[in-house]
T-cell receptor, first 113, second 110 residues
C-alpha cells in the first residue's frame, strides 16, 4: 500500500546506454513530478505532469523523456546516459503547488560508469 | 520564478539544545511554505508546513515562523535528539511548483 512507488531502486549502467525509471502513485493526485538530487543534495525539479499533460519542463536535455500514460503513472526514460546523469531521481505526487504537500517516492539511484 | 535560499548550510548542535534554520524567498505571491526532512538514504518527508495566513505553527518539538513582509520563514527544533540529524529542506510554492532551498545538514551531537 505504498503511496508513491518507483522502480528500480538502483540502476548501474554504462555510458551511452538507455534506461527507464517507472513511478506510480495510488493517492489519487492529479500532479506528478520528477526531481533530480545530485551529490550536493540539491533537489532540482525536472518535469511536472498534471493529469497526463506536461506542465513543467525545466530545461532538461532532450535525452530525458517523461511519459505519463495516465495520471497515476509517470515514467522517465533516459537515452545515451552520461556520467553527469548519476544522481538519485525522485518521483513525487501532489494536488498542485498551490494546494499542498508533495509525497515522494523512495528514489532511484542511478550510477553511470 | 521563485528563488529560495537557506542558511546555514550545516548546523551542529549539542543534544538537548535548539536548532534554527532560516529561509528566504523571492516571490511575494507564494503562500505555502513546507519543510521537509531527509534522513540519509531516504526520501524527503514533510515535517511541518505553514500557509501565508498565519505567522506561526507548532507541532510538538518543531515550529515554523513566517514573516511575509521580510519574505523569510524559519524552522525551530527544540530539545534536539540524535534522530533529528538529517538534511532539512525549506520550500515555497510559485510558478506551478515547489521551489526547494539547497538544504541544511543538521548534526545533533550526543
Amino acid at each position: 500500500d505504498t503511496a508513491v512507488s518507483q522502480t528500480p531502486k538502483y540502476l548501474v549502467t554504462q555510458m551511452g546506454n538507455d534506461k527507464s525509471i517507472k513511478c506510480e502513485q495510488n493517492l489519487g493526485h492529479d500532479t506528478m513530478y520528477w526531481y533530480k538530487q545530485d551529490s550536493k543534495k540539491f533537489l532540482k525539479i525536472m518535469f511536472s505532469y498534471n493529469n497526463k499533460e506536461l506542465i513543467i519542463n525545466e530545461t532538461v536535455p532532450n535525452r530525458f523523456s517523461p511519459k505519463s500514460p495516465d495520471k497515476a503513472h509517470l515514467n522517465l526514460h533516459i537515452n545515451s546516459l552520461e556520467l553527469g546523469d548519476s544522481a538519485v531521481y525522485f518521483c513525487a505526487s501532489g494536488q498542485g503547488a498551490r494546494t499542498g504537500e508533495l509525497f515522494f517516492g523512495e528514489g532511484s539511484r542511478l550510477t553511470v560508469l | 520564478g521563485e528563488n529560495v535560499e537557506q542558511h546555514p548550510s550545516t548546523l551542529s548542535v549539542q543534544e538537548g539544545d535548539s536548532a534554527v534554520i532560516k529561509c528566504t524567498y523571492s516571490d511575494s505571491a507564494s503562500n505555502y511554505f513546507p519543510w521537509y526532512k531527509q534522513e540519509l538514504g531516504k526520501r524527503p518527508q514533510l515535517i511541518i508546513d505553514i500557509r501565508s495566513n498565519v505567522g506561526e505553527k507548532k507541532d510538538q518539538r518543531i515550529a515554523v515562523t513566517l514573516n511575509k513582509t521580510a519574505k523569510h520563514f524559519s524552522l525551530h527544533i527544540t530539545e534536539t535528539q540524535p534522530e533529528d540529524s538529517a538534511v532539512y529542506f525549506c520550500a515555497a510554492n510559485g510558478n506551478n511548483r515547489l521551489a526547494f532551498g539547497k538544504g541544511n545538514q543538521v548534526v545533533v551531537i550526543p
